[in-house]
């Protein structure tokens, strides 16, 4: 994760990057191929504005920023007639959005 903020009259903006792998891993005590979910790789990146009197912040965000597929778990199931059953949970796609919020009182 990497941060840099420039502070100015009006306020505080910074950028925010964060990279993430997560290397193969087996969802299961059992090292078998089923169980293995591939490597993956996840690059994110944010941007927010503090006002000068921290009454409000602005936020803008993606998520998987390249729309890497990537798998959170990996697993099997087999009936007793042997047909196994494969399951996989992908990464969320990539994802955008703002956030703005806004602080009252004293």
Request: net charge negative.
């Given at each position: 994760?990497?941060?840099?903020?420039?502070?100015?009259?009006?306020?505080?903006?910074?950028?925010?990057?964060?990279?993430?792998?997560?290397?193969?891993?087996?969802?299961?005590?059992?090292?078998?191929?089923?169980?293995?979910?591939?490597?993956?790789?996840?690059?994110?990146?944010?941007?927010?504005?503090?006002?000068?009197?921290?009454?409000?912040?602005?936020?803008?965000?993606?998520?998987?920023?390249?729309?890497?597929?990537g798998f959170e778990s990996a697993g099997a199931t087999q009936s007793a007639w042997g047909v196994r059953s494969l399951n996989?949970?992908?990464?969320?796609?990539?994802?955008?959005?703002?956030?703005?919020?806004?602080?009252?009182?004293?």
């Amino acid at each position: 994760n990497a941060n840099y903020t420039w502070h100015m009259a009006s306020g505080a903006l910074t950028l925010s990057s964060t990279w993430t792998y997560r290397d193969e891993a087996y969802y299961s005590v059992f090292s078998r191929d089923f169980n293995l979910a591939p490597p993956y790789d996840e690059t994110d990146l944010r941007v927010l504005f503090n006002d000068a009197n921290n009454r409000y912040t602005f936020i803008g965000f993606v998520r998987n920023v390249f729309d890497e597929e990537g798998f959170e778990s990996a697993g099997a199931t087999q009936s007793a007639w042997g047909v196994r059953s494969l399951n996989v949970s992908p990464t969320a796609p990539r994802v955008y959005g703002i956030e703005a919020q806004f602080r009252f009182g004293d």
